[in-house]
């Protein structure tokens, strides 16, 4: 046999509490390294729960079970320790914060995981050449930098801004919580783009989406399907298109 | 009413008098203002609008100004060293405890804005008042600035006219007598002719973190299409205690804009009014208030809308952290004749700690149906998720923490057009956000 190697990510059984609610039910999932993860699940199932839990957001209990992140205890983690170590969260609705601009984030945050990688601080040169960059991919105006982070930005352009930040940043772990929501069909192939360009053998990627369209632009090697806590189902990517024509009943049905 | 507070000060007045009365403004209106305090006494806590101020402090005060007493040995390095930078293309002039120190200033100036000591224009003025006299009902609260016309030492009467370019001065105000020596009055008398254009900058600090008690008082008249653009810095040191009380009158179309940081003193309370007595009369009044460990930060704006088609904006950015208490309490009042007028109030305060605390207050009174009026006041937390979403970015908390209260701070620090100003004042926030120890504990 052969020694599997320690997986990007694995939850064991774990359950979450939301003042008193209890939203995930022993829930468990691994994802090897190189490997992009598909979660999908009805509303209110608790998928960005999940992606909150990963990212530490205060708030959320955790009872019982486990996560750890290439073999350290995540949860031990404080929200920064675990961005800095490598964990990304693309937020399903990005915060406006008036009065902190784009630049000085995307400058204090890399700097930030730099630190923690032992690099010096970037350049400031060679900072505005890599953001410049991956603007271009983007497709994000330079007048952004000067914004307030997502301050009035249109839904889509947060959502593009949150993948600006995540191709800056060069996550090990990539937590995506529906990105692709309120996107146009042009701003979809932009953001399933930016994704793929990270794909890398030691990199992975959890993507929170309803739709099947932004698995035909970043195919997933494994699809999941999250109801009432728990995954219910978990397959390849024809799981996706069966799921986008029977519907989630047909899962629900199952699982209860 | 007479009170021991206002009989001590009476006493204490009437043992310094014939020293001051050469001095501006001169006995009669020394007199005037004495006998005015006498009967209405100074605030005391349980009057309307004063309830958040520390007025503890004035029953152990020495009022007799400490200009007369003569310096510390070493009290001028004290003083040069407290000096912050100069600021390009703005005339410096310096008062050290209220009395004009020509060493440490510029000549006074020969161009638009004419620049003269109150001092040492001596009993030639004396016949006729320099400042209107003051007002008690309505208009905001005038004692503190009686206070500084019976005891005033010096202060620099300005006048300005219409120049190409608008004229650039620098007032410093260095308090370094410690409160037991006595007080210091700092006093600016402000006359804007027709098209008179300033750019003020007024500069409160401290000589070797001094205890001193600082009473100041500001008056500024603007005629016909005159622009005062006034920045304000409070940095006196956290043993100091202040109140200053600024009065504007706005000539037909005057535009006022006074851009007011205070992060020093243990407390120190602004009372500002400003009215808008000509057509089109405007007035931007955006204030920033930083209180720490227990400092107390109390300020009261009354704009009184008095002409027609006047407007105001007014901004208040207050963070309270620690056990400090900021307040602000902005009144705007439209006359009935003032129709077609517009006023906009934004006023945020931010509590960073269990036990600061923050007030912040609008009050509008109309009393004419054609104006249009828009108002917010919030007082709260730092939002919670501003700060996750930052974490999750990876930066420390601290820095997390400092860059929102930064943003908060920014609608009034933008304001600031004068860069090395700009910057000067930045750094010093930064600092006094960094030393806050308790701040960051307990912003969560
Ligand atoms: N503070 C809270 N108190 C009580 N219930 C909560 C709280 N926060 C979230 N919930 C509940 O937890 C459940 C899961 O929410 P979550 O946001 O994780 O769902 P989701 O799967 O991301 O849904 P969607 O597809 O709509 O984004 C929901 O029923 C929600 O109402
Ligand atoms: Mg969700």
């Given at each position: ?97 008036p009065g ?157 | ?41 100074l605030p005391g806590s349980r009057d309307e609008n004063w309830k958040y101020a520390n007025l503890r402090p004035l ?79 309505p208009g905001a609260d005038q004692r503190f600035a ?56 007024e500069r409160h ?9 600082v009473t100041s008082a500001v008056?500024a ?8 653009d006034h920045y304000r810095v409070q940095e006196l040191?956290s043993?100091a205690i202040a109140f200053d009380t600024l009065a504007a ?7 006022y804009r006074l851009h007011a940081v205070g992060s020093g003193a243990a407390a120190c309370r602004s009372t500002l009014g400003v009215r808008l ?5 405007r007035v931007a009044l955006a204030v920033a208030a930083l209180g720490d460990r227990t400092q107390v930060q109390d300020a009261y704006a009354l704009i009184e809308h008095?002409?027609?088609?006047t407007r105001t904006a007014q901004t208040f950015r207050g963070i309270s952290a620690a056990r400090a208490r900021v307040a602000f309490n902005g009144k705007i009042v439209v ?7 517009d006023s906009r109030q934004s006023l945020r305060g931010l509590l960073a700690g269990p036990e600061a605390e923050i007030d912040v207050r609008p009050q509008l009174e109309i ?6 009026c828009s108002h917010g006041a919030t007082a709260g937390k730092l939002d ?20 929102l209260k930064w943003a908060f701070l920014e609608d009034v620090i933008a304001t600031i ?8 004042v930045e750094?010093r926030l930064?600092?006094a956000m960094?030393?806050g120890?308790?701040l960051?504990?307990e912003l969560?």
């Amino acid at each position: 046999m052969t020694r599997a190697a320690t997986p990007m990510l694995a939850i064991r059984d774990l359950v979450v509490t939301v003042d008193g609610k209890q939203i995930l039910n022993g829930l468990t999932l691994e994802v090897a390294a190189g490997e992009v993860h598909a979660i999908m699940g009805p509303n209110g199932s608790g998928k960005s729960t999940l992606a909150h839990v990963l990212a530490g957001r205060p708030g959320y209990e955790v009872t019982a079970g486990s996560v750890s992140y290439q073999g350290r205890d995540l949860l031990a983690l404080a929200p920064e320790e675990r961005a800095r170590a490598g964990v990304f969260l693309g937020f399903q609705y990005p915060v406006e914060i008036p009065g902190v601009n784009n630049v000085y984030l995307l400058k204090a945050a890399l700097n930030a995981v730099r630190k923690a990688r032992g690099l010096p601080e970037v350049d400031a040169f060679d900072f505005l050449g890599l953001v410049r960059e991956k603007m271009q991919v983007m497709q994000i105006d330079e007048s952004f930098l000067s914004r307030g982070v997502n301050e009035g930005f249109s839904g889509g352009e947060k959502k593009r801004n949150e993948i600006l930040q995540m191709l800056v940043l060069e996550p090990r772990l990539a937590v995506l919580d529906e990105t692709d929501s309120g996107l146009d069909i042009d701003a979809l192939k932009i953001v399933a783009a930016g994704v793929n360009s990270l794909r890398s053998p030691e990199r992975s990627c959890l993507v929170v989406t309803h739709y099947q369209r932004l698995l035909e632009y970043v195919v997933p090697d494994v699809v999941h399907v999250l109801v009432r806590g728990r995954i219910a189902r978990s397959g390849d990517r024809t799981l996706a298109i069966e799921l986008e024509r029977r519907g989630y009943d047909w899962v629900s049905g199952e699982a209860a | 009413m007479a009170s021991p507070l206002t009989a001590r000060i009476a006493e204490q007045h009437a043992s310094v008098a014939r020293t001051l009365a050469a001095r501006l403004p001169g006995a009669a209106r020394r007199r005037l203002a004495m006998e005015t305090l006498a009967r209405t006494g100074l605030p005391g806590s349980r009057d309307e609008n004063w309830k958040y101020a520390n007025l503890r402090p004035l029953e152990r005060a020495s009022f007799t100004p400490a200009a007369l007493t003569p310096p510390a040995a070493g009290a001028d390095a004290a003083v040069a060293a407290a000096l912050p930078p100069r600021l390009a293309d703005f005339m410096r002039y310096v008062f050290v405890d209220g009395v004009f120190a020509p060493l440490l200033s510029d000549a006074p100036g020969t161009g638009a804005a004419r620049v003269t000591s109150l001092a040492a224009r001596g009993d030639a003025a004396d016949a006729g008042p320099a400042v209107p006299a003051p007002r008690h009902e309505p208009g905001a609260d005038q004692r503190f600035a009686l206070l500084n016309e019976a005891f005033a030492t010096d202060g620099a009467a300005i006048e300005v006219t219409a120049a190409p370019e608008a004229a650039r001065l620098e007032l410093l105000f260095v308090a370094s007598a410690e409160a037991q020596l006595g007080a210091s009055y700092p006093r600016v008398e402000l006359k804007l002719g027709p098209a008179g254009r300033l750019v003020l900058v007024e500069r409160h600090l401290s000589a070797a973190g001094a205890a001193s008690f600082v009473t100041s008082a500001v008056s500024a008249e603007l005629a016909r299409g005159a622009a005062l653009d006034h920045y304000r810095v409070q940095e006196l040191s956290s043993r100091a205690i202040a109140f200053d009380t600024l009065a504007a009158t706005l000539a037909q179309e005057a535009s006022y804009r006074l851009h007011a940081v205070g992060s020093g003193a243990a407390a120190c309370r602004s009372t500002l009014g400003v009215r808008l007595a000509g057509e089109h009369a405007r007035v931007a009044l955006a204030v920033a208030a930083l209180g720490d460990r227990t400092q107390v930060q109390d300020a009261y704006a009354l704009i009184e809308h008095l002409a027609p088609h006047t407007r105001t904006a007014q901004t208040f950015r207050g963070i309270s952290a620690a056990r400090a208490r900021v307040a602000f309490n902005g009144k705007i009042v439209v006359a009935r004749d003032a129709h077609g007028s517009d006023s906009r109030q934004s006023l945020r305060g931010l509590l960073a700690g269990p036990e600061a605390e923050i007030d912040v207050r609008p009050q509008l009174e109309i009393y004419t149906d054609d104006v249009r009026c828009s108002h917010g006041a919030t007082a709260g937390k730092l939002d919670d998720n501003m700060l996750f979403y930052l974490l999750s970015r990876g930066l420390e908390r601290d820095s997390a923490l400092r860059a929102l209260k930064w943003a908060f701070l920014e609608d009034v620090i933008a304001t600031i057009e004068v860069p090395e100003l700009r910057r000067q004042v930045e750094e010093r926030l930064a600092g006094a956000m960094q030393d806050g120890a308790a701040l960051r504990e307990e912003l969560i």
